[in-house]
């Protein structure tokens, strides 16, 4: 895409970016464009200046998100730049760019409970709320008030928590729709014991999950009282692998880069795993990661 189609605003575009350097599973191709806007007034302007026709893909850290190996056309949104955290006296306003560890740290600092149990996630405050992330006893949309989204055509809306109906692995935000920030209820709690929370959560992680290891997380969403990764052992599925996309010995719901695997690989492999568990099981696993891109 020729650079002179795109709007004169203050963030910073880049042109046939290599989407897979950014990406956790380290797979996948470029996007025409990446473009980080500096603050919400500058991503209004942007989206209001560009073509109808344009393809609009927003990412936070792409911890969630395998990245087909054609990249992506039209332009991919990213929120680095908006990055504040803002205490009140009962509630916290988190701009979408903030690293969830990076704001549960904010908070612990501040003496204040609130997504601390989610230490860990590597992801950013707008991919959190778009995935629900999550862990058994809590999700992100539990400490929820409210979330503040640009629509592709520039118009900015809020969301009261209770009008979103999140669910698992899913915070239900529409399709054309940005989250650039959201509100958070927060309680007073001391921060040796907010501390020691989030030490157990580091190593129970360390010890349960292929740390280091290029991956996006759980593959698979649990079926409702199952367990994707017990499924995935009784289906023989550990140590699969097709090419370099293995399935982790440590966390058979993890599939892992081991160096020179393909998204075509991945998709391969997570193919035959549902086959398999289907055959096994008479489950039908539901991908947790996204698929985006060409393949
Ligand atoms: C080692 C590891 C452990 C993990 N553990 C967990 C876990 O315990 N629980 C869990 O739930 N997840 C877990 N994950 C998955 C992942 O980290 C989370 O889903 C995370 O919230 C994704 O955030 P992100 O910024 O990386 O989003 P991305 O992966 O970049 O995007 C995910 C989705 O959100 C959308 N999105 C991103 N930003 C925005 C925005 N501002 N507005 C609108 N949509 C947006 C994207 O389009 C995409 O559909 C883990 C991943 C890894 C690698």
Redesign the pocket.
């Known amino acids: 895409m020729k650079q002179h189609k795109w709007p004169n605003v203050k963030g910073t575009y880049k042109f046939d970016f290599n989407l897979r350097d950014i990406s956790?599973f380290k797979v996948g191709g470029k996007c025409d464009v990446y473009f980080q806007p500096t603050d919400a007034l500058d991503l209004q302007n942007f989206l209001t200046q560009i073509p109808n026709d344009i393809d609009i893909?927003?990412?936070?850290?792409?911890?969630?998100?395998l990245i087909l190996d054609n990249g992506i056309r039209g332009c991919v949104i990213n929120?680095a730049n908006f990055n504040k955290i803002m205490f009140e006296k009962d509630f916290v306003v988190v701009d979408?760019g903030v690293q969830?560890s990076s704001f549960i740290k904010h908070c612990i600092d501040h003496n204040l409970s609130c997504c601390e149990k989610?230490f860990?996630?590597?992801?950013?405050i707008?991919?959190?709320?778009?995935?629900n992330?999550?862990?058994p006893s809590f999700e992100i949309g539990d400490a929820l008030i409210s979330v503040d989204?640009i629509k592709f055509n520039g118009e900015r809306i809020t969301f009261k928590r209770k009008d979103l109906n999140m669910t698992y692995?899913d915070g239900n935000?529409g399709k054309d729709?940005?989250?650039?920030s959201a509100t958070f209820n927060v309680s007073t709690k001391e921060k040796i014991k907010l501390q020691q929370e989030v030490n157990d959560i580091i190593k129970k992680r360390r010890a349960s999950?292929p740390i280091g290891a290029y991956?996006?997380?759980?593959t698979f969403k649990n079926p409702p009282g199952e367990k994707a990764w017990e499924l995935i052992q009784l289906a023989e599925c550990k140590n699969l692998n097709v090419g370099d996309a293995f399935v982790s010995d440590i966390h058979s719901n993890?599939l892992i880069n081991k160096g020179n695997a393909t998204s075509s690989d991945f998709l391969k492999l997570i193919n035959i795993i549902k086959q398999k568990v289907l055959q096994h099981t008479g489950i039908l696993l539901e991908e947790e990661i996204?698929t985006?891109g060409e393949p």
Do not use: E
Not at 177 to 180: G, R, Y
Not at 215 to 218: D, N, R, W
């Open positions: 956790f893909t927003v990412l936070g850290n792409v911890s969630n998100v929120l979408a969830l989610l860990c996630i590597p992801g950013t707008g991919g959190a709320i778009s995935m992330a999550g862990i989204c692995r935000i729709l940005i989250v650039v999950q991956t996006c997380g759980s993890f996204k985006i």
